[in-house]
């Protein structure tokens, strides 16, 4: 049976993906997306950065980000990175959404809402920015 | 929590690879469990109707229920004046009766009865005036918020039904913005 621990890693290892996620789609994005884009990145360092300290603070070792994250090449378009975006924003909701589901501190609880909220925000950005229709989910993190 | 639960490093470096599968075949089950024990329950109500005694459902789920149905009454009324605005709106709607199907679901197997019924109208308050846009945004942030304290009272499937639907409604609020 997974832990909380376990389901709050795999979070703190979602967020980390995010950031490198980012950091390899903006290039390909055009300036009207960049902002997006800087803004979402910037909310996932500060996510990682406080579940890195949250995790520190609980006696906890936080997980290192991967070297690497295979899985999210190529990104060779504009369209491509704005999926990547999509993408990257609903296996952030997905792994909130279990750690909410599997937390009992009432601050663990908060911050797993919280993040899973800023993350089907930031899905439902992308998708009307590129186009997608339906721009929501009825059940993000499902 | 202690240190002894942490996964080990070769566990966390597939993580990002393997959880989100876990995770959307988890919640979908979630849903499908959901749905299929009502109806399993409804089925087997005829055989333990001598011993079965329909519970409470928890109040988070029944006024989160209460809310959707608002919700979809104040966009039926929505969709019906500005036809032409009402392809986001229609999306919102679509969503809301997601919600409101999962959480008749939910209350199903909580009370263990697959009779228990949706809110209908009468349930609800009366009607309100048509909303504007930033009316029905307002409304669907409340809802959000709403639906995130609820979550906090509740644990497992229930919880995270919840906070999904509260997540759900702050995208609706985006969107309308």
Redo the contacts between chains.
Sequence with gaps: MT????AW??AL??E??AVFGYSLLGPRLGTADQATARSSLAAHEALRDVVDAAMTA????P??P?AD?P?LYPVSSASAARALAVRLE??C???W??A??LA?V?TR??E??TA??G???R???WR?IAGV?????????? | MSAADQPSQRHRAATPATSRRGFVIGGLASVLLAGGAGATVAMLRPLSRHRATPKQPPAALTAAAAVEAVLLRDLDRAIAAAPANGTVLRQLRADHAAHLAGLTAAIRVAVFDGTTPAPSASSTPPLAPLRSTAQLRAAETAAARAAAAGALTLTGDDAALLASISACEASHAELLA
Excluded at chain 1, 136 to 142: L, V
């Design positions: 832990s909380f621990n376990d890693q795999a290892a979602a980390q993906q609980a006696g906890l070792v997980g290192e991967a994250y899985s609903e296996d909701a997905a792994a959404r279990f909410f589901r009992t009432t609880r908060r797993a809402q899973l909220t993350s089907a925000v899905a439902t950005q009307r229709t339906p721009a929501t989910t009825a059940f993000p993190g499902i």
